[in-house]
């Protein structure tokens, strides 16, 4: 059965600073992976996704995410935030071409003046 | 990228009345829709799937008489929950799939608050 663990639930950063938020996943098949961000009672709004080739994505709003294959992660960065960069992130995976997600715990990430 | 609607944004009922909450693809098919549920600060949780024509189906520990799904068109599937109680209060997100697409992404509506009372 396929997991994702976000390690942390919360992360307060300074506006301007780098930030990490990490994924780790679980899957014995060949999985597709997402991060998603939702604003306060809103919908969920796809960043980026890894289908296949690089490994490396990158998203219209400065955000990257690497996958990498024998750690299982696909760690979300982005070099310097900003106050609107405060939201709930969500890493996600899907086994093959289904369009079923499972959704990691979430990362609360709040972006201080 | 494509649009889901989901109607209504915020529905606040009786206890023991039941609740429609409506998933529209607005620009694409989708012979497939997805029903999430989300607690407070908590992350979703995979409900049922919903196919076009035919049953959905339900994830371990979802009551399908109580959260009746219905997918009658490729561009509609609706989400009953009924006779609800206030444990059923929550965050109700849909998705879709875009038939067409060249991947696997699929699009999110912008969810119901479901406040029961």
């Known amino acids: 059965a396929q997991s994702v663990t976000q390690l942390d639930s919360q992360v307060p950063v300074f506006e301007e600073a780098p930030v990490e938020l990490r994924c780790n996943y679980s899957?014995?098949?060949?999985?597709?992976l997402f991060w998603y961000v939702q604003y306060p009672n809103q919908g969920l709004q796809l960043l980026l996704k890894?289908?296949?080739?690089?490994?490396l994505v990158k998203s219209i709003n400065g955000f990257e995410a690497e996958f990498n294959k024998s750690q299982t992660s696909f760690h979300l960065r982005k070099p310097s935030v900003h106050i609107s960069d405060t939201a709930e992130y969500f890493c996600a995976v899907s086994e093959g071409n289904t369009g079923k997600l499972i959704f990691g715990q979430g990362t609360t990430l709040q972006v201080k003046p | 990228g494509a649009v889901v609607s989901q109607h209504p944004s915020r529905v606040i009922c009786k206890s023991g009345t039941s609740v429609k909450i409506e998933c529209r693809s607005l620009d694409f098919q989708a012979t497939t829709m997805f029903w999430y549920r989300q607690f407070p600060k908590q992350s979703l949780m995979l409900m049922a799937t919903s196919n076009e024509g035919s049953k959905a189906t339900y994830e371990q520990g979802v009551e399908k008489d109580k959260f009746l799904i219905n997918h009658a068109s490729l561009t509609l599937s609706t989400l009953t929950v009924t006779s609800a109680h206030p444990e059923d209060s929550s965050f109700y997100i849909c998705s879709a799939r875009d038939l067409g697409g060249q991947n696997t992404e699929a699009f999110f509506g912008q969810g119901t608050r479901l406040t029961v009372v």
């Open positions: 899957s014995s098949v060949s999985v597709y």
């Open positions: 890894y289908l296949s080739g690089s490994t």
